[in-house]
């Protein structure tokens, strides 16, 4: 059992929210080194790294395990949540043949929403622990608020997640953070006449409140002041340059911090490796030149990012009996495609993968 004091470096886990169109998306690309998963195409006009839009939960989540096994950024931003909220309510409603959350009765389809929101955050706090940071934006909405010990109900900002009282996603979503920040324009009222009895608004300037306020919902841990300069100047002393590892540098235990053996310099620069050739597939079928067009873009991009051929997709459905053999999959049910192929895209490809090694591609 270890006690340990002081401060822990790591990275942090922040949200920032605020109405659309004040600079949420400028702002998480000032964090360091940021790339961008991009659920509404929000970048498109920013020179910044991005993945490709995800076009299903699935994809979204394959998308934050690669961030985890390759590590190529200090700062993984995730705009906007609300967005992606809609992708997790798609993946439910599709893997249960549902038309909307609503259906399954009794709260039902929130619980499973909270659930795999839940693990979808829990896949962020890996990245955190690993030394990424993890940015998530979202868009704000004003809902009527009444405190259960005062009297009367009044308007605040709130995260734009769950449309109904049962939906727990925006309080998750809070609890994660380490800091919540709003983003709103700062505007005065002043009196336009001589009596003081009509008023109207002045400024605009962009800021960010970092603490609870009756009007909207913020929290830092970091003893940050109530109100900020829309910039990553006040915030960059929390972020400092994390130390993020490299799968080629290898791990080193505490007494070897202090004690580095000296390594001779190399004088002479070694050979160039010989190029080798490239590994040839055992597959019957053409990997190279293959027309994703036709198929559904939600399917298309996780096929395409397994490098799965549409020949290996008709075999694994004709396996079980879905569809007779030959059947394009152009013609395949929609409600099977998201349901089957990319509500349980695990299981189908593990699937092909299983015909691979038995060379039936």
């Known amino acids: 059992?270890?006690?340990?004091?002081?401060?822990?470096?790591?990275?942090?886990?922040a949200v920032i929210y605020g109405p659309e169109g004040i600079g949420?998306?400028?702002?998480?690309?000032?964090?360091?080194?940021?790339?961008?998963?991009?659920?509404?195409?929000?970048?498109?006009?920013?020179?910044?790294?991005?993945?490709?839009?995800?076009?299903?939960?699935?994809?979204?989540?394959?998308?934050?395990?690669?961030?985890?096994?390759?590590?190529?950024?200090k700062t993984l931003v995730v705009d906007t949540i609300d967005w992606a909220e809609r992708l997790c309510i798609e993946y439910i409603t599709s893997n249960a043949n549902k038309k909307s959350i609503t259906e399954f009765g009794y709260g039902e389809g929130f619980?499973?929403?909270?659930?795999?929101?839940?693990?979808?955050?829990?896949?962020?706090?890996?990245?955190?622990?690993?030394?990424i940071n993890v940015v998530l934006t979202a868009h704000a909405k004003i809902v009527k608020f009444e405190q259960p010990d005062e009297m009367g109900a009044y308007?605040?900002?709130?995260?734009?997640?769950?449309?109904?009282?049962?939906?727990?996603?925006?309080?998750?979503?809070?609890?994660?953070?380490?800091?919540?920040l709003f983003c709103n324009y700062k505007t005065l009222s002043v009196a336009s006449d001589d009596k003081g009895k009509k008023f109207k608004g002045q400024g605009g300037k962009r800021v960010m409140y970092t603490s609870h306020h009756p009007a909207w919902?913020?929290?830092?841990?970091?003893?940050?002041?109530?109100?900020?300069d829309m910039s990553f100047v006040g915030l960059a002393h929390i972020f400092m340059p994390q130390q993020v590892p490299t799968a080629t540098q290898p791990p080193m235990n505490n007494w070897q911090t202090n004690d580095v053996p000296n390594v001779p310099q190399q004088t002479t620069p070694p050979?160039?490796?010989?190029?080798?050739?490239?590994?040839?597939?055992?597959?019957?079928?053409?990997?190279?030149?293959?027309?994703?067009?036709k198929l559904p873009k939600n399917l298309a991009d996780l096929m395409q990012a397994n490098n799965v051929l549409p020949a290996e997709i008709m075999a694994a459905t004709e396996s079980k009996g879905y569809y007779p053999v030959g059947t394009p999959i152009e013609t395949y049910d929609p409600g099977y495609i998201d349901g089957v192929l990319v509500g349980a895209w695990d299981q189908v490809f593990g699937m092909i993968k299983d015909l691979r090694t038995k060379q039936q591609f």
């Open 1 to 13: 059992m270890n006690i340990t004091k002081g401060v822990i470096a790591k990275a942090q886990k």
């Open 24 to 73: 949420k998306t400028s702002l998480a690309s000032q964090f360091p080194d940021p790339v961008f998963i991009d659920t509404e195409g929000s970048t498109n006009n920013m020179d910044v790294a991005r993945l490709d839009k995800p076009s299903s939960w699935i994809m979204l989540m394959q998308q934050i395990d690669f961030v985890k096994q390759t590590m190529p950024c």
């Open 111 to 131: 619980i499973k929403l909270e659930e795999e929101y839940g693990r979808f955050l829990n896949k962020l706090s890996d990245l955190a622990e690993m030394g």
């Open 155 to 180: 308007d605040r900002w709130e995260l734009k997640l769950g449309n109904k009282t049962t939906a727990k996603t925006a309080a998750l979503t809070k609890e994660w953070a380490d800091m919540v």
């Open 217 to 228: 919902d913020a929290k830092n841990r970091f003893g940050l002041p109530e109100e900020l």
């Open 271 to 293: 050979p160039e490796p010989t190029p080798q050739p490239a590994t040839q597939i055992a597959t019957t079928f053409e990997r190279e030149a293959v027309d994703y067009s």
